[in-house]
């Protein structure tokens, strides 16, 4: 999956793409019958006929402007302690990794880091455990974090901090910031609170052409007909909804670029409306 927005370059390494939750465990509350309504697209990309359950990906997006070298989101990775889904827990398959040498990226070659949120599945990799110990996985990357974030993190001080977070803080390699932050004129941070209080979302922009990867705050292309159904784990639900509602609406029928955190492949695409409300393009693949 590699794609340009005017001079930059976007690629992803996916961590695993799998059935997840099903709806019903995802979106609690909300009417199936809904869901069984909007099958027929649904099938078999984005919901899986054998287990009902929804598909996400699970990936690192890398983003090659001329400047600088960055990775979006860390994924889960390895070693890691995972309360909520024991296949999650002290992962030992590094096929991430691998992949991630085989695309050519060197570790101490990356410049930055950027999360959206510090939960455990977007900041698996900031750190390895090598010889006992959390290490930076990129040692001479700056890791970009909304200061709301990390503050959040902090107070709930989750294993996720404390593997993931805690030992680049430790290092000097946080780089804490404001939500509206811009690295430069390619790239820039805006605010999209309610699945975490400080999540953030990152906005690509060259030559005329723009893009903006959305982290968590939409799941499933569902959440674009229905940007009401609130995710199970949003911090601020109402919030959430509100940041949904606002990032569609501003999207829709424009040429901006949607890359998701965790829609199914090709995860990117733009927001379109129809007599229903919005839905999802999905970029064609070569």
């Known amino acids: ?62 983003i090659r402007t001329p400047h600088h070298m960055i990775l979006v989101d860390t ?10 889904f024991e296949n999650w827990h002290r992962r030992t398959d590094d096929s991430w990794y691998r992949k991630l040498l085989t695309a050519g990226i060197d570790p101490v070659n ?24 959390w290490v930076p996985t990129f040692p001479n990357a700056k890791y970009i974090i909304a200061r709301k974030e990390v503050a959040h993190a902090a107070e709930q001080n989750t ?16 780089l804490a910031v404001d939500a509206d932050y811009a690295l430069d004129d390619n790239v820039c941070l805006a ?27 939409i799941h499933s292309p569902l959440q674009c007909l229905y940007p009401e159904w609130q995710y199970w784990i949003d911090h601020d639900p109402i919030q959430a909804i509100q940041t949904r509602k606002e990032f569609l609406s501003c999207r829709a029928d424009t040429e901006d670029l949607v890359i998701t955190a965790h829609f199914p492949s090709p995860s990117v695409g733009q927001v379109k409306t129809s007599s229903r409300g919005f839905y999802f393009n999905f970029l064609e693949q070569d």
Request: proline share 7%; hydrophobic share 40%.
């Open 1 to 62: 999956m590699q794609f340009s927005v005017g001079d930059i370059q976007v690629s992803r390494i996916l961590e695993m793409e799998i059935p997840f939750l099903t709806p019903a465990d995802a979106f609690p509350g909300v009417d199936l019958s809904l869901v069984e309504s909007q099958r027929h697209w649904l099938e078999p990309n984005a919901l899986c006929p054998e287990t009902g359950m929804l598909v996400i990906a699970i990936q690192t997006w890398v």
């Open 75 to 84: 994924c889960i990775g390895c070693d890691k302690t995972n309360h909520y």
């Open 110 to 133: 990356v410049d930055y880091v950027f999360c959206t949120h510090l939960h455990g599945d977007h900041c698996g990799w900031n750190t390895r455990l090598v010889d006992g110990r």
């Open 159 to 174: 294993p996720a901090y404390q593997e993931s977070v805690l030992p680049i803080m430790e290092s000097g390699q946080v």
């Open 191 to 217: 605010p999209t609170p309610g699945h975490t209080p400080g999540h953030v979302a990152v906005h690509l922009a060259s030559h005329g052409q723009r893009a903006v990867l959305c982290g968590d705050l």
